[in-house]
């Protein structure tokens, strides 16, 4: 009988445990959903305000912009007479790179210009979907939101993290 009265009392133990850890489990859970959604809810509100920071600065400058599906912002306002860019070959850009407040960051008169094999993904994937729309001689305003540019990080140097980035550049060649 003794021994009968332990089993039992263990088991209703157990039993007590099992449940604390299935309502530890569900909190935990809807903890992680409750935090997901937050996270969704603030990417939706620095997208939405990218946009219209992008927008503001199109309008203040006057510009007559396209848009591409990744979200990429293009014109180009000087049309060059030179060759198609094709992945593969090596573009030679001279460029400006500013901020949406109209702060430079980079630029080739002071870096030196820049080269990169098209379709190899070593520059912003922006910058590389805007070149494959260009030929050599053309001039072009380029706006990178944040993921087509440097993204969450920046570039551990000028430019900050989560930053819109505009280009003003040149196809100076292709090789």
């Known amino acids: 009988m003794r021994n009968s009265f332990i089993i039992l009392f263990l088991l209703i133990l157990a039993s007590c445990n099992s449940e604390n850890q299935g309502n530890r489990q569900a909190k935990n859970e809807h903890k992680q959903l409750n935090s997901e959604k937050a996270l969704e809810k603030a990417n939706r509100y620095l997208v939405r305000t990218e946009k219209e920071n992008i927008a503001n600065y199109i309008r203040r400058h006057g510009l007559d912009m396209k848009e591409t599906g990744s979200g ?16 593969g070959k090596t573009a030679v850009l001279n460029y400006t790179l500013r901020l949406l407040t109209g702060d430079v960051i980079y630029s080739s008169e002071k870096d030196g210009q820049k080269i990169f094999r098209v379709g190899r993904g070593n520059v912003e994937s922006g910058l590389e979907e805007a070149i494959l729309l260009m030929r050599v001689g053309d001039k072009a305003i380029l706006i990178l939101p944040a993921h087509l540019g440097y ?25």
Request: proline share 5%; net charge neutral; aromatic share 8%.
């Open 72 to 87: 990429l912002r293009y014109h180009i306002y000087e049309k060059g007479t030179g060759e198609k860019v094709v992945s």
């Open 151 to 175: 993204g969450l990080l920046g570039d551990s140097n000028k430019i900050p993290p989560k930053c819109t980035l505009v280009y003003d550049v040149e196809l100076a060649d292709l090789k």
